[in-house]
């Protein structure tokens, strides 16, 4: 049923409770588990004078990859997991890449914020709720 599991990841998070609900749909369903880090130049460390390219394998090169916490997980499991690098605006490219590699299921955190604090800061997550034909489950996170 999940066969492949879409875990998009941010950069030093406390809590890997999304990549743990990831690890266990995949190790019961004999799934794999793809962990996707979207690097947003408009919000990352990084400078806006590199390529795309140059972006992603400064990404690709980073031993704390915030798709390493899943890929342990999943090795501690057997359970198969790659990761993917993106440059560009979180919620289109975690869409996009969820097409392309033909996911069942994408899985993330969410602040759980409402109100208007969720309408100043925007969301993510709910963004890509929004766009994506694929099914993505929310997982609150524990701060």
């Not at 266990?24 to 460390?45: K, M, N, Q, S």
């Not at 499991?77 to 033909?102: K, L, M, N, Q």
């Not at 997550?125 to 996170?141: A, F, G, K, N, Y």
């Amino acid at each position: 049923m999940f066969e492949t599991i879409l875990v998009p990841s941010k950069r030093r998070v406390a809590d890997d409770a999304a990549e743990r609900r990831a690890v266990d749909l995949a190790a019961i369903h004999g799934g794999e588990v793809v962990g996707l880090f979207v690097a947003d130049p408009r919000a990352t460390p990084v400078s806006t004078k590199l390529s795309p390219a140059e972006v992603t394998e400064f990404f690709l090169e980073d031993t704390e990859h915030p798709a390493t916490t899943l890929e342990n997980l999943a090795a501690e499991r057997d359970v198969p997991a790659s990761r993917e690098t993106r440059v560009g605006r979180p919620a289109s490219e975690i869409v996009a890449c969820a097409e392309e590699i033909d996911a069942d299921l994408v899985i993330m955190d969410t602040h759980a914020r409402s109100g208007l604090k969720r309408h100043l800061l925007g969301s993510t997550t709910e963004r890509t709720l929004r766009q994506s034909d694929v099914p993505v489950l929310c997982i609150p996170r524990r701060e």
